[in-house]
Each structure stands twice: as structure tokens, then as C-alpha cells.
């Protein structure tokens, strides 16, 4: 085939030329890179300035100018700090945007750690910027966490029995070698003392590494112990060896492995990050009060609503929530409440007509008849069955919960075996007839049942679906964010900044890209 087929390169390697292209010629007019340049440009970034001495030592690379590599790389799904240098040099999209300069990867790695706050100052301006562009609205949002491993080898945990069998190892081992130091210096005092060898001189940090291991792990176990009544001897807890600050939890893909919990508040309208945190536990429902209140300061508007799974529908976050301007759109888990219940009547001495028996809410989670079938009456602290048979109290009891043991009384009817719901209502493991258990929160949990059973309730709460979970989706899919790159607690929280930020940028790139497409197709159009 004649070559004159393919086409002919652009340029001719080893050809001089008179004017050569510029660096800016080389990136077209509404590439990412320019908006972004445009956008940093328009923040305050004294925050990350305020960091540097400002006379003494070489003249540092503008802050401004890593921030706005280090976010243009996340959103290239580049995290690794030498990608990033190696971009710096070779790639014209790095390389527009630094202006040239060259940063190695212990800088921008130190960087990427080291400015949390000032971070925090940049998330904010893009959270007003998007407020007052009207690319979102605050008045609903959602709120939920996600898994993202910690950057620790799954199968790299130790138990307390595992900490302290290496503890007594190494003990052996330095005193080992004490005792044979202690004879060489006796047999031969002329000569100098026997140095420590290379493998055990680090011996002495690795023992006090292990020591704060073993206080932590045994403070789990206990804590386990005490709220959720777990022995530590058949199921002791594990603390990861590589990141101690990550903790053993189910993974979003199964199985368990070191892990931590980022959780973020979304708007509905725009789908933009307002807040974003990192939890080392899997109860990420208590910190969802928190996360609304930060959002109020940081903003200077609180939301009217918050949106979340049926996890965040606890007691505590109900009553809290209850006596403040937010509303919490949460189903009940495992609540058969309905819009329509013919328990709920007048007399609940009195029976539910028998045609209405099909009628009854049925819990999903075990098939009988449901909690909200039994009438609460407060005067005389009884419940009544839909036969109108009383629930009378019987007795006291505890149990754990994620903040600590919750107590709740117990109430039976002694008349089941006769009853013509028996079937539906009485487990056939159960002896003693029906019970409903009742705690300081029920009151408030059957109230926000009820109204989370309306239409008006169900429709918003199917805003939560996109709104929840598409953050998340870009973060770990797009940028790649399925493991940290970096360990404790601290650093994971800036690392998850980050990529919020980057996100959030992303939306703000994107708007801005189109009203300018928009405006171009506007203008195009009045010439012709």
C-alpha cells in the first residue's frame, strides 16, 4: 500500500523553525486546565500561604500553583506524587498549568498532607461560588458514608494474644543479646563494647510501637465487651499492623479487611459536596447531626431538610432532629407503618373488625403482625393488641447499642394462645405469648414512621438516590479513590478533602463550560 495513503506528521522532529509554537497555542481555548487556572485564580489562598516564612530559604513554588496541579491531577485519576512530577515534565496539558516549573513528588506529596485548614478554607469558597452561580441550593441534602480501604494489607491484623506473643519475642531477643553483651565485656574488658546489631536497632521503637498496639486492641476488646456484649476470647478484635488508626469492617465488595468510612453531604440541587469527613468505626449514622450543623457555619444556612438511609433513623438522631428547623427523611428499617392502619382506632379496648384483619401492617422482617398493630396508652402503661387484649409490663432490660447499652421494657399479653391472630402474630418460639418492647425513643420513632408512610415523604425520599450515591460513584469509579494512598487517621481525613474538592471543581468546570457553549451558540446565532 502506497504511503502516500497515511497521513503525513505534523511536525518534523529535526526541523528549526523560525516561530515556534507556544506552550499556550498548544492547549485548546476551553480545555479543563484553563477554567480551573481561572477558577483558583478567584480564590483566597492566604490560608496556604500563611504556611511559608516568607524570608528566609529559597523562593518556594507558589502555593497557588500546587494547588491547582494537585486537583487538575486527581481529576486525570493521577494520585501517585511521582505520575504527577513525571506529567510535570512530559505532559503539555501539567506542564500549562505549572508554567514550567518542575516539582518533585516529596514536595507535592508534603504538600498534599501538610495544609489540611487551608483546604478546608478552598472547600468552602467552591461551596459559596456554586451558591451564588445557583449551581445548588442548601434547603435539601442527603448524607451517607462508603468504604474505602486504608492502605494496609487485608490479612496484615494482629489480636491481642498476636501482639503480645511478638512483645515477648522480642523481649527474648534483646535480652538475648544483653546477656551475650554483658559476657563479651567481662571476658574482654581491653576491648570496646559489643555495638547493637543493625536488625535489632530498631528494636526498642518497634517494642513501644507494640506497647501503644496492645493498649489500643485491649481498649476495643473491652469496649466491644461492654456495648455489644462480644467475648473477647471467641471473637477478639483485630487492629491492622501497617495503618493501626484503620479498622477491620465489611467491605462494599465483600468480606472485611482494614477500611475506613468517608462520609459526605451532598445538595440535592446540584449534586455538590458540602461537607466531608472520615470515621474510623462503621456508625457513621451518629455523625449525621454534626455533619448539618458544620454545614449551617460554614454556609449561614442551615438545611431545611436531610435526606439519609434507613440506618441514620435512630432514636437519637429522631428526637435530636425533632427540635430543630431540619427535617430527617428517613424510613424506619423493618417498620410495616402505613398510611393507612385500621388498628389505629378510637377504643383500642376494642377489637378490629375482622374484615379488616388483612388489612394489619406486617413486619418485613419477620412476617407477623407489626409493631404499629399494638396501641400504646400512656395512662395506664399498657398496649393493646388489635383484638384490644392489654400488653401489660413485665420487666426491664438492656442491651447495646453504638452509644453504649439502651435499656427498654418489655410488655406481653398472657391471652394468645386462644386468639384468632395467633398465626400471624405469635412466633412459634415463643411460649409465653405475644411481647413488644418499648424504649425511652419509641414515642418518636412510631411518629416519624407515620409520616415517612405519606406520599409526599416517599416521593423526597427518592431525591436521596441519585444525590447519595453519585458522589460516591465518581470518586471511587472516576478519580479512582478505592484505597487511600495514605495512613492514619489525620492524613486520610486531607486525602478525602482532596477528592471532594476535586469533584466539586468538576462541577464547577462543567457548569462554566456550558454557559460559555451556550453563550458562543448565542452569539453565532444573532450574526447570522
Known sequence: MAMTYFAPPKLNRHQITLFAPTLDEMLSEDHAARILDELINKMDLSEFERNYHGAIGQPPIPPRVIVKVLLYAMSRRTRSSRLIEYALGFHVDFMWLA????????????FRKNHFK?????????GK??????????????????????????????????????????????????????QNDQQESSKPKQEIPPELQGAKARQKELEKALEKVRQMDEERKKNRQIDPKKNPAQIPTTDPDSRVMPNKEGGFAPNFTPVAAVS????????????????????IQAAVDRIEENFGERPGAVLADGHFATGANITAFEKTTTEL????????????????????????????????????????????CFIYDEASDTYYCPMGKPLTYEETKSKPSASGKMEFS?????????CPLNSKCVSTKSKDGRTIQRDKCTEQRERHAAKMATPERKEQYQRRLHAGESAFAYIKQVLGVRQFL????????????????????????????????????ELAAEVK
Open 410 to 418: 418489655i410488655y406481653r399479653c398472657k391471652v394468645c394462645a386462644s
Open 486 to 521: 495514605l495512613r492514619g487517621l489525620d492524613n486520610v481525613k486531607t486525602e478525602w478533602l482532596w477528592a471532594c474538592a476535586t469533584y466539586n471543581m468538576m462541577k464547577l468546570i462543567n457548569y462554566v463550560a456550558k454557559l460559555r457553549k451556550q453563550l458562543a451558540a
Open 99 to 110: 508554567e514550567g516549573r518542575q516539582i518533585d513528588h516529596s514536595t507535592l506529596s508534603t
Open 268 to 287: 440535592t440541587h446540584g449534586d455538590f459536596i458540602l461537607h466531608a469527613d472520615v470515621i474510623d468505626s462503621v456508625t457513621e449514622h451518629t455523625e
Open 129 to 182: 461560588l456554586a451558591l451564588t452561580m445557583g449551581i445548588i441550593r442548601i434547603n435539601e441534602i442527603t448524607f451517607d458514608g462508603t468504604r474505602v480501604r486504608a492502605n494496609n494489607n487485608p490479612h496484615a491484623t494482629l489480636t491481642a494474644e498476636g501482639i503480645e506473643k511478638r512483645l515477648d519475642e522480642l523481649v527474648e531477643e534483646l535480652g538475648q543479646w544483653a546477656q551475650e553483651s554483658e
Open 118 to 126: 487551608a483546604l478546608q478554607s478552598l472547600f468552602r469558597q467552591m
Open 329 to 372: 427523611i428517613s424510613p424506619v428499617p423493618n417498620s410495616g407503618t402505613t398510611a393507612v392502619n385500621p388498628a389505629n382506632r378510637p377504643d383500642p379496648t376494642v377489637a378490629v373488625p375482622e374484615l379488616e384483619w388483612p388489612n394489619l401492617p406486617i413486619s418485613p422482617q419477620n412476617k407477623q403482625l407489626d409493631k404499629s
